[in-house]
């Protein structure tokens, strides 16, 4: 019973932690998914927003909305 | 090219010395060739861990200033011949030295070894970075409590943001005991929570007191060398042995150790 109350509590230390401090989580995330997206389509840093909520349950939503210039040619991208 | 290997924690006294100096013996006994490099300016303890403080006539600053060269300022173990320990000192002004610096060290005597291991300061101050710019993989130490659990996860955070080849965590200072009657968190539910990969559990052993007092690392009776040797193969060969803290405790003889355990 302890260790479940214990559980809880490390819970919501690493959920206040994460909401306190997204911004840098949320840098290296748009970052990587930069690299990603490129490989697929042209798209600029500016053009792709990524926010990290906590839902009610303690477990984290993560949302992204990008603005695409271009598709890359995705039959090349296929063969590859 | 030496596997370069920071170990960290955020949190102090979670055991980051102890873990580089054992992990670097069980390395060793692997017929590897190991340097220790202690980058914790102004508290290093390496040296006094690894039981060679009497032997240091260079160090790390020694070698910036070129008073030396920096083979000549590694200590070789004295059980294991294929261990080395650069160490560091307690009468600097860290904040002058820099990574590049660290890393030129590196770079004059990385192709003597095939691992070196960098025991990293406490905090995630200018320290923390220095030390991690020089390696290329980061094992986070520790321990079952939360607030260790919880500088852990800053530090995995952290670690993020640098291009490393591998980011583990190590789990020290578990107690088979506890973690049988549910009062202590297991390795699972803390790599569940620091979503990272599982190097090893080391677990709670008197073995290691000793061996810190003595200098040097834990005998070979005792439950934590078997630790980190699985902890070094699984580094090494790519192995997923994890140590089981618990099997001590567990059946009748296991329900008696346990009751002993509570009462000493």
């Known amino acids: ?80 | 090219m030496a596997r370069k290997i920071v170990i960290t924690s955020g949190k102090g006294g979670v055991g980051k010395t102890t873990v580089t100096t054992n992990l670097g013996v069980a390395l060793s006994n692997m017929n590897l060739k190991v340097l220790i490099l202690d980058v914790d300016f102004g508290l290093n303890n390496l040296d006094v861990v690894m039981g060679v403080e009497n032997r240091v006539v260079f160090d790390v600053i020694d070698v910036l200033k070129g008073k030396c060269r920096a083979k000549q300022a590694l200590i070789q173990d004295f059980f294991n011949p294929l261990l080395y320990v650069l160490p560091s000192v307690h009468s600097v002004n860290n904040i002058n030295i820099t990574s590049e610096q660290i890393n030129f060290i590196i770079s004059q005597i990385e192709s003597l070894f095939d691992y070196i291991i960098i025991d990293c300061p406490a905090g995630i101050e200018i320290g923390f970075h220095r030390a991690v710019k020089c390696a290329d993989e980061a094992i986070v130490v520790t321990t079952p409590h939360i607030s260790a659990i919880r500088d852990a996860d800053k530090v995995l955070t952290l670690l993020n943001s640098y291009n490393l080849n591998s980011v583990k965590i190590l789990v020290n200072r578990v107690r088979g005991d506890l973690v049988v009657g549910g009062e202590m968190f297991n390795e699972n539910t803390i790599k569940e929570y620091l979503n990272a990969d599982l190097i090893g559990v080391v677990p709670d052993d008197d073995g290691i007191s000793l061996a810190l007092n003595v200098g040097g690392a834990v005998s070979k009776n005792s439950v934590a060398y078997e630790a980190f040797n699985l902890i070094a193969r699984n580094l090494h060969n790519g192995e997923r042995n994890i140590f089981d803290c618990t099997k001590k405790y567990k059946g009748l003889i296991g329900g008696i150790r346990k009751k002993i355990r509570k009462l000493v």
């Not at chain 1, 109350?5 to 690493?14: A, C, D, G, T, V």
């Open chain 1, 1 to 80: 019973m302890e260790l479940v109350k214990s559980e809880q509590r490390l819970k919501q230390i690493l959920v206040a932690d994460k909401e306190e401090n997204p911004l840098r989580i949320i840098n290296v995330l748009k970052s990587d998914l930069l690299n990603i997206l490129k490989n697929y389509m042209e798209i600029n840093a500016n053009d792709l927003d990524v926010s990290i909520t906590v839902d009610e349950y303690g477990f984290f939503v993560f949302n992204s909305y990008a603005k695409v210039r271009r598709l890359k040619n995705l039959g090349a991208i296929v063969e590859q």
